[in-house]
Structure formats: structure tokens, C-alpha cells
T-cell receptor
Framework: DTGVSQNPRHKITKRGQNVTFRCDPI?????LYWYRQTLGQGPEFLTY????????KSRLLSDRFSAERPKGSFSTLEIQRTEQGDSAMYLC????????????FGPGTRLTVL | KQEVTQIPAALSVPEGENLVLNCSFT??????LQWFRQDPGKGLTSLLL?????REQTSGRLNASLDKSSGRSTLYIAASQPGDSATYLC????????????FGAGTQVVVTP
């Protein structure tokens, strides 16, 4: 399968714990995006990378959130001191810099904070 | 600030009918518009992408139109099937926020046999 993959698919954690999610983009894609989706809503943009450079961060990305893409391949999204309001589906997408920039999404990581 | 709206929020049709899904946006300075399908608890599947210079795009039973001047896009699904039941989302990329997709809340579709 050459699509976008995300791990884990589900994460249940207690409030105050730290969690980390991983995203592996389509191999030739140099742009990588993180979105968050809550029930009944469309995804909301969090941040994106071109290669290893983080080019834009949403105001939704508080100081407790950090994303990295150290070698321009996979990316990690870490949430520190989780809160119940962080419960959501975290979606990763990738695209080519050239062309129409069509974004392809992974299956998502469902986070539940108890 | 770009606002993307999808009406209706939910739609139920009998199998065989054509589906018409609407998407409106407030800022016409868009780079492209993408339509996605999302099954419950799953990620998004890209259906069609329309560049700002295009009027429509077709793939099989799917046809999407774009009217930038009126801030509207319509997704047509011909001869609906129960397998078309899902939530359909539209997303726009504006020229001043390149790379970031802004989504509507989606239209939940049920096709009854």
C-alpha cells in the first residue's frame, strides 16, 4: 500500500499525559499536513511542512502541541499535558509541491482523553 | 476570512436517484477546490479536484462544477447506489493561504435500497 499511513489508529489516554502520533506520507510527496476533526465538523488545519521546514502553524496549535518532520519523510505530532478538549480525530495528508497540490489523507488517529 | 458552507447537512435518497451536493464559499480568490468522501470513523478519500481556472471536472459517475464568481461548487453523483452512503466534504485552498485547505462541515448522504 503506497498511501498515507498513520499510527496508532486509536489512542486512549488520561488527562495530563503526553501522546505522540506518527504520519508516513506518500513516498514522493514533499508536503505534509496535519488537521484535527471533531465530531460533525470538517477538518481544521493545524500545520504543514515542506520537506523538513514547518511553513505554517494555526492558532489552534497551542504551546502544548509540537510537530516535527526531521528528515523530510515521516512526521510526528506530540500533545503534552492532554486535556479532554484534545479528544478528536487527527488527520495527516500529503501532496506534491508541484502541480495541483491535491492532498491525500491517511486513515487518522482517534484520540480519546479521559 | 474564508467561510465554507455545505447545505443540506444531511440527505436521504432512494437508490437510482441522482445526488446533488452543494458547497458555497465566501472568498472567490481560490487556488483550487477539492471534494472528499468520508466513511464513519475513517479518513478522507479525494474524489475530485477543480483548479480555479476550470469550470468542471468529471470522474465516472461523479461530476463537479465550479463557479468562482458566485462562490459555489456542486457535486453531482449519477444513479446513486447504497455504497455511495457517506459524508461528502468540500474544501477550498485560497491564494493567500496556499497549502491550507478550509473545509465545510459536510453533507451526510444515505442512499436507501
Amino acid at each position: 500500500d503506497t498511501g498515507v499511513s498513520q499510527n496508532p489508529r486509536h489512542k486512549i489516554t488520561k488527562r495530563g499525559q503526553n501522546v505522540t502520533f506518527r504520519c508516513d506520507p506518500i513516498s514522493e510527496h514533499n508536503r505534509l499536513y496535519w488537521y484535527r476533526q471533531t465530531l460533525g465538523q470538517g477538518p481544521e488545519f493545524l500545520t504543514y511542512f515542506q520537506n523538513e521546514a514547518q511553513l505554517e502553524k494555526s492558532r489552534l496549535l497551542s504551546d502544548r502541541f509540537s510537530a516535527e518532520r526531521p528528515k523530510g519523510s515521516f512526521s510526528t505530532l506530540e500533545i503534552q499535558r492532554t486535556e479532554q478538549g484534545d479528544s478528536a480525530m487527527y488527520l495527516c495528508a500529503s501532496s506534491l509541491r508541484q502541480g495541483d497540490n491535491e492532498q491525500f489523507f491517511g486513515p487518522g488517529t482517534r484520540l480519546t482523553v479521559l | 476570512k474564508q467561510e465554507v458552507t455545505q447545505i443540506p447537512a444531511a440527505l436521504s435518497v432512494p437508490e437510482g436517484e441522482n445526488l446533488v451536493l452543494n458547497c458555497s464559499f465566501t472568498d472567490s480568490a481560490i487556488y483550487n477546490l477539492q471534494w472528499f468522501r468520508q466513511d464513519p470513523g475513517k479518513g478522507l478519500t479525494s474524489l475530485l479536484l477543480i483548479q480555479s481556472s476550470q469550470r468542471e471536472q468529471t470522474s465516472g459517475r461523479l461530476n463537479a462544477s465550479l463557479d468562482k464568481s458566485s462562490g459555489r461548487s456542486t457535486l453531482y453523483i449519477a444513479a446513486s447506489q447504497p455504497g455511495d452512503s457517506a459524508t461528502y466534504l468540500c474544501a477550498v485552498m485560497t491564494t493567500d493561504s496556499w497549502g491550507k485547505l478550509q473545509f465545510g462541515a459536510g453533507t451526510q448522504v444515505v442512499v436507501t435500497p
